[in-house]
């Protein structure tokens, strides 16, 4: 069975600061990582993925990710955080070779100017 | 169309009424999925398609929900008997093969 952790429902960090969103993350096989972005009211959007390679991955809006084996987690990063930034998040992963995607339960991120 | 759409945003019914929310899928995308996410929650998983055929349905809480793409493209996901529980965001995803792209949700009110 495939589960992620999202331990903190709620990250505030000062704009101009870097932020990091935590993910852990159980699967059988090889994982397939995502963060998606949900703005009020809106549908969720793909920032970045890992699926094989590099374990720092990069995506939209300068949010950046990496991958760690060992403690099987995926935790989301931006060097330097926007009040525009202000949203939830969510970490969602993939067997690999497998389409079944499990979310995990979202933490929102408030950026303070 | 661009994007995925998803009608109707939102539906208002009563309970122990049948309800239909309907999905259009980015053309091309083979994979299509539904999931629920109810108030400060994240999307919970409920069926997957490949093509025409539900690959994986094992989300559906009861077997009061249903759905059916069965063309490969447009699906159709139908709650007979609705209760207030079943009022959330209902979410459609349609895939290449790597990232899901989500529509913007029916929301789904059972009074």
């Known amino acids: 069975a495939q589960s992620v952790a999202q331990p903190e429902d709620q990250v505030n960090v000062a704009e101009g600061n870097p932020l990091t969103v935590k993910c852990t993350y159980s699967?059988?096989?090889?994982?397939?990582l995502f963060w998606y972005v949900q703005y009020p009211n809106r549908g969720l959007q793909f920032l970045l993925k890992?699926?094989?390679?590099?374990?720092l991955v990069k995506g939209s809006y300068g949010f950046e990710a990496e991958f760690n084996k060992s403690q099987t987690s995926f935790h989301l990063k931006k060097p330097s955080a926007l009040v525009s930034d202000s949203a939830l998040y969510f970490c969602?992963?993939?067997?690999?070779?497998?389409?079944?995607?499990?979310f995990g339960a979202g933490t929102r991120l408030f950026v303070k100017a | 169309g661009a994007g995925v759409s998803q009608t109707p945003s939102n539906k208002v019914t009563e309970k122990g009424k049948y309800v239909e929310l309907r999905c259009d899928p980015i053309s091309g995308h083979t994979a299509l999925y539904w999931y629920r996410q109810s108030l400060g929650q994240g999307p919970e998983f409920l069926i997957y398609f490949q093509g025409t055929g539900a690959a994986d349905d094992s989300g559906l809480p009861n077997d009061r929900f249903f759905a059916v793409r069965p063309e490969g493209s447009v699906s159709t996901l139908k709650i007979q008997r609705t209760e207030r529980g079943d009022s959330a965001v209902y979410l459609c995803?349609?895939?290449?093969?790597?990232?899901?792209?989500f529509g913007e949700g029916s929301r789904l009110t059972v009074l």
């Open positions: 969602a992963v993939r067997r690999g070779g497998g389409f079944k995607t499990i």
């Open positions: 890992y699926i094989t390679g590099d374990n």
């Open positions: 699967v059988s096989g090889n994982p397939y």
């Open positions: 995803a349609s895939s290449s093969a790597g990232e899901l792209f």
